[in-house]
């Protein structure tokens, strides 16, 4: 849940870009750090913990400077330690950068760099890349930080939020967003200028922001911004006058916070992953799960309780939990469980889903639980809540506040969650080999790039809602792992547009379902490149037979389906297990963009509250 700040103008840089982290405390973070640049020297300051550690160090061995960037980090590759800690600066004290995102082919790089004589002075991967810039400075781009940033950003994998600085070039700073591993926010100033991660850490000093898209680089001045797409392309660098009002703030430049949520799953996807794997020794760490060896080789099943969004979250975690730990799976609703006087022993372990902590339903099957002597889990968003609270051991969510209503960056990392538990489980367990563990650690390295990627398709999308949202009825169809995805697609368009939608196993249509299909019901399909695709374009043969519309998500490059689907909406190619991650993108923009064609309350729908605190 890393944070960004930077600055360049008139003023000292480091009460600024201090300050402005502090009001990005909220996301998180296990260490911090802060370069300044002064007569010609790179001055770094960091420190683990908190950030009044930092602030310490700093009024102990003051730094000054005009131009600066600071970070508070959250670890992924290496432990949280000073070394670690970002800001990174290059071999020869040239360049100093700090970075959001996972750099998924680090390892090669390093590799590359060290052969070359490069010396490494932390375990991050965000250091090649200030290796890289440093590299291309050496190489044909001395004195342009622009161009040296933009040759070492070309060989970087994954999505990233980038900010760099040169004591080569001390009038500069320069800015890259790869992706939607995190936002950039320009803030336009009086002889100064800000750079950050997100609004709030710079809203004090001016309301005049620009927001860099993927594959855009800025040079920022004093007194001027450049923006330029990353193959040389001039790129339009539209002002947004930003609101004083704290609710218009945090939306920012979305016109509600359910579609800033949606955008915000490559960030909030990367920082659950952050500090619980390691991609070096290809491990998964979960120290608040409170769980040994023993204890998890004495388990003998897993129930998981939930309710609406977390129930079908817990539904794909079933597929993770069985596959990887070999454990049998039930999945319950919160709201039924304690009814049924369920059978619970100590070698159960009882995983409660809830991105608020506070459901009522599920606090109360903890409660039966617990009595009964099962071993508690939950996944939560909310630190402190109750849930967490209650049970033996938590895995926390870190998406960030989510005020939407209708869950959407919450579903998706509390599936990532159950993922890394289903990993860690078999690590204790013994049922996964190295070579699957490895792999299983690659794939989701990949994740966030491939949710960011999936994002792009948000202006198709709303141009099909807008032929689709006189509806009155729609089908949902899924098979294996992406059957959750089909529930939780028809429940979105439900929640926020009034529209009634049903979700169904496909091979269960013609039990039933396929009655109601016709020319005014839309069937909108989950077909991707998998085991089940062949069984997936059966089941649109039969509702295109029958007159239905369908609607495919699909594997980009299958052009197949085209030939069978009424419109397709196609996600980049994605490990099976994680495809549920990258097919819901499409069906929550889906049920957003028909919500706003409606003139619905998306953020807000009617009869709904974000936590459900009654019976």
Same mark, same amino acid.
């Given at each position: 849940m890393c944070g960004i700040v930077g600055y360049i103008g008139f003023r000292n840089a480091t009460p600024l870009i201090v300050d402005g982290l502090q009001r990005l405390e909220y996301r998180g973070y296990d260490s911090a750090g802060v370069a300044v640049l002064n007569d010609g020297r790179i001055d770094i300051r960091r420190d683990v913990g908190k950030l009044a550690n930092l602030r310490g160090r700093i009024e102990a061995d003051p730094i000054e400077g005009c131009?600066?960037?600071?970070? %508070?980090?959250?670890?992924?590759?290496?432990?949280?330690? !000073?070394?670690?800690?970002?800001?990174?600066? &290059?071999? =020869?004290?040239?360049? /100093?950068? *700090?970075?959001?995102?996972?750099?998924?082919?680090?390892?090669?790089?390093?590799?590359? $760099?060290?052969?070359? @004589?490069? %010396?490494?002075?932390?375990? %991050? =991967? %965000?250091?090649?890349? *200030?290796?890289?810039? !440093?590299?291309?400075a050496k190489n044909g781009a001395r004195g342009n930080l622009t161009e040296a940033t933009r040759r070492a950003v070309q060989y970087l994998r994954g999505a990233h939020a980038i900010v760099v600085m040169s004591r080569l070039t001390p009038d500069e700073l320069v800015a890259v967003r790869i992706g939607n591993a995190g936002g950039v926010a320009i803030g336009l100033g009086e002889r100064e200028n800000f750079v950050a991660s997100d609004i709030p850490a710079i809203l004090e000093h001016t309301r005049r922001m620009v927001f860099l898209d993927s594959g855009q680089i800025a040079r920022v001045t004093t007194d001027s911004l450049d923006v330029q797409m990353l193959d040389g392309r001039a790129a339009a660098a539209a002002v947004h006058d930003v609101s004083w009002d704290p609710v218009s703030a945090a939306k920012g430049?979305?016109?509600?916070?359910?579609?800033? !949520?949606?955008?915000?799953?490559?960030?909030?996807?990367t920082d659950t992953i952050r500090g619980r794997v390691d991609f070096d020794h &290809?491990?998964?760490?979960?120290?608040?799960?409170?769980?040994?060896?023993?204890?998890?080789?004495?388990?003998?099943?897993?129930?998981?309780?939930?309710? @609406?969004?977390s129930y079908y979250s817990g539904l794909v975690g079933k597929f993770y939990i069985e596959q990887l730990a070999r454990l049998n799976v039930e999945v319950d609703y919160g709201s039924e469980y304690r009814y049924r006087d369920p059978i619970i022993d100590a070698q159960t372990a009882i995983l409660a889903i809830t991105q608020s902590g506070e459901t009522v339903d599920t606090l109360a099957a903890l409660e039966e639980a617990r009595e009964k002597g099962a071993r508690l889990w939950s996944i939560v968003?909310?630190?402190? &809540?109750?849930?967490?609270?209650?049970? =033996?051991?938590?895995?926390?969510?870190?998406?960030?506040?989510?005020?939407?209503?209708?869950?959407?960056?919450?579903?998706?990392?509390?599936?990532? #969650?159950?993922? $890394?538990?289903?990993?860690?489980? @078999?690590?204790?367990?013994?049922?996964?080999? +190295?070579?699957?563990?490895?792999?299983?650690?690659?794939?989701?390295?990949?994740?966030? #790039?491939? /949710?960011?990627?999936?994002?792009?398709?948000? !202006?198709?999308?709303?141009?099909?809602? @807008?032929?689709?949202?006189?509806?009155? =009825?729609?089908?949902?169809?899924?098979?294996?792992?992406?059957?959750?995805?089909?529930?939780?697609?028809?429940?979105?368009?439900?929640?926020? &547009?009034?529209?009634?939608?049903?979700?169904? +196993?496909?091979?269960?249509?013609?039990?039933?379902?396929?009655?109601?299909? #016709?020319? #005014?019901?839309? *069937?909108v399909t989950i077909a991707l490149k998998d085991a089940l695709y062949e069984k997936m374009i059966s089941q649109i043969e039969q509702a295109k037979a029958r007159g239905g519309r369908v609607i495919a998500v699909a594997t980009a490059g299958d052009t197949y389906i085209g030939s069978k689907a009424d419109d397709v909406l196609y996600v980049p190619e994605t490990p099976p297990l994680l495809s549920p991650v990258v097919a819901v993108i499409p069906l929550q923009l889906l049920a957003y963009t028909i919500a706003v064609w409606r003139g619905a309350d998306v953020d807000q729908p009617r009869n709904l509250a974000k936590s459900v605190t009654v019976e």
């Open positions: 131009i600066g960037i600071g970070h %508070t980090r959250w670890a992924t590759h290496g432990v949280p330690a !000073e070394r670690n800690a970002h800001p990174h600066i &290059s071999m =020869d004290g040239d360049f /100093v950068l *700090v970075h959001n995102g996972i750099v998924e082919n680090y390892l090669e790089l390093r590799e590359e $760099l060290a052969a070359e @004589g490069v %010396t490494f002075q932390s375990e %991050t =991967d %965000t250091e090649v890349i *200030v290796q890289l810039i !440093e590299r291309f430049e979305y016109k509600h916070f359910m579609q800033k !949520e949606i955008f915000e799953q490559a960030r909030s996807l &290809s491990q998964v760490h979960l120290p608040e799960l409170n769980l040994t060896v023993e204890q998890a080789r004495a388990l003998s099943r897993v129930v998981t309780v939930a309710c @609406g969004t968003n909310a630190i402190g &809540s109750q849930a967490m609270r209650l049970a =033996d051991g938590y895995i926390s969510m870190n998406a960030g506040p989510e005020v939407g209503v209708a869950s959407t960056k919450a579903f998706t990392a509390s599936i990532v #969650d159950q993922f $890394l538990l289903a990993l860690y489980l @078999g690590q204790l367990r013994g049922t996964l080999k +190295p070579e699957q563990l490895r792999q299983a650690i690659q794939d989701i390295a990949r994740l966030p #790039d491939l /949710v960011g990627r999936t994002l792009e398709t948000a !202006e198709q999308i709303k141009e099909l809602a @807008g032929r689709l949202y006189h509806y009155r =009825d729609f089908l949902f169809l899924g098979r294996g792992i992406n059957y959750p995805i089909a529930l939780e697609g028809a429940l979105k368009l439900k929640e926020i &547009s009034y529209i009634h939608a049903e979700g169904y +196993p496909a091979g269960e249509m013609k039990h039933g379902p396929i009655a109601l299909i #016709d020319e #005014d019901m839309p *069937v």
